[in-house]
């Protein structure tokens, strides 16, 4: 593996992955600022594969096709991610398309691409889980950027205009932080510099996306006539990547919920109690917060012993240690999926510019399996008691 940094201060790291026959590249751009309005950068997003001042939309969309080129941006909390798939021979014309989009998007189509996300964006909300999720994500960041949820973007997507989304990207461009990883079985023989060594400078200028401010309990309850089933979620604010609580809170997602048959809320709520056929708990990080969460659809009669379910086995693991056969299997089941989750070129370059862009090494991935290795009990413990308190978000969906 070996890092560098191009003529324009991008962080970059390449790894060659020997014998494989497709290459992948991930570039991420920090958001500096929230979006004026609520939409503004998934309409972006969606604009810049939309044609370049070289290739209209059809044509940008055949030339991928026709070289097996599969090219995406994708809008995250914090960064704007470019990333692509192709084979090793057509490593130099997918860099040379990538250096396109990013430096001369027209952002055409755009009243075009506002309906169709609007169409998309209602049609999701149809799901009652996709409703209850929104009613949580504005709740527990309510009046913040993350908190940008579905019917948010609804409310104001239509207050964004063109020059709004134009004037965005060039900011962004101009003053994010931007790091990349490239991992395949090529030589790279200074083609990144070449293609991308052009981009504007990256900067790292202090970002102006706040911290939540601290949560207080709150209920929210939405009504869906049409719902079969109640949707609960319940959730806290936590700390977030980079952290030292990070691979204790990593591990209390894997113990409670995220480890799918042997997890505790799915043993005592499904098996044991018959309260629902899908529960599980989530950790969802941003750059300034993170979100851990408990979700459960059940019959709506059983919404409130859902709900002292969830107390139950949170004061469980607040005030009875892990034992250590548990810790372990939490401990192999974490580490097990970071290295699932690693296994392809794609993979990998995504979670290498990942971790870069948040702020750790490329290589963060060893030193977290480390660290969740050395965590004890008592950690699990105090991290339990230090943040599964009363002050939490309690989103309920039902008929």
């Avoid at 239509?158 to 020059?163: A, G, H, S, Y």
């Avoid at 700390?239 to 990070?246: D, K, L, R, V």
Wanted: charged letters at 25%; proline letters at 3%; hydrophobic letters at 35%.
């Amino acid at each position: 593996m070996r890092e560098f940094i191009l003529q324009n201060g991008i962080k970059t790291c390449f790894k060659q992955n020997f014998d494989t026959p497709r290459v992948a590249l991930t570039l991420n751009i920090s958001i500096n600022k929230p979006e004026k309005y609520a939409g503004e950068y998934s309409l972006m997003n969606r604009l810049l594969l939309k044609g370049t001042k070289k290739y209209s939309s059809e044509e940008l969309a055949n030339i991928l096709d026709e070289n097996a080129i599969e090219l995406y941006t994708e809008m995250k909390s914090d960064y704007l991610r470019f990333r692509f798939i192709c084979l090793n021979e057509d490593f130099e014309r997918a860099l040379a398309i990538l250096s396109d989009i990013i430096q001369n998007p027209t952002f055409e189509e755009f009243e075009k691409e506002r309906v169709k996300m609007k169409g998309e964006l209602t049609a999701e909300l149809d799901s009652a889980k996709v409703k209850v999720s929104d009613l949580f994500t504005k709740t527990i960041y309510n009046n913040h950027f993350y908190g940008h949820s579905y019917t948010v973007i609804l409310n104001e997507v239509d207050k964004v205009k063109k020059e709004d989304v134009i004037n965005s990207y060039k900011e962004i461009l101009q003053t994010g932080k931007k790091t990349m990883a490239l991992v395949g079985d090529i030589e790279e023989n200074g083609l990144l510099e070449k293609y991308l060594g052009t981009i504007p400078q990256s900067a790292d200028n202090n970002s102006e996306i706040k911290v939540p401010d601290d949560l207080k309990q709150q209920y929210s309850e939405l009504i869906k006539k049409d719902a079969n089933q109640a949707q609960i979620l319940q959730g806290w604010l936590v700390p977030t990547i980079g952290s030292e609580e990070y691979p204790i809170i990593m591990l209390l997602n894997i113990i409670l919920g995220a480890s799918g048959l042997s997890s505790r809320l799915f043993l005592e709520l499904r098996e044991k109690k018959g309260l629902a056929y899908t529960v599980r708990t989530a950790f969802e990080t941003h750059a300034k917060s993170a979100v851990f969460s408990i979700y459960i659809g059940t019959e709506p009669s059983n919404i409130q012993t859902s709900i002292e379910g969830f107390k139950e086995e949170i004061d469980k693991i607040k005030t009875i240690p892990v034992s250590e056969v548990e810790l372990h299997n939490a401990k192999n089941n974490l580490i097990g999926k970071q290295q699932f989750l690693s296994e392809t070129n794609s993979q990998q370059a995504n979670l290498m510019a990942y971790y870069s862009i948040m702020g750790k090494h490329f290589n963060y991935r060893n030193e977290l399996i480390e660290r969740i290795k050395n965590v004890t009990s008592e950690d699990i413990l105090a991290c339990a008691q230090k943040y599964f308190t009363d002050d939490y978000v309690l989103s309920v969906l039902k008929p």
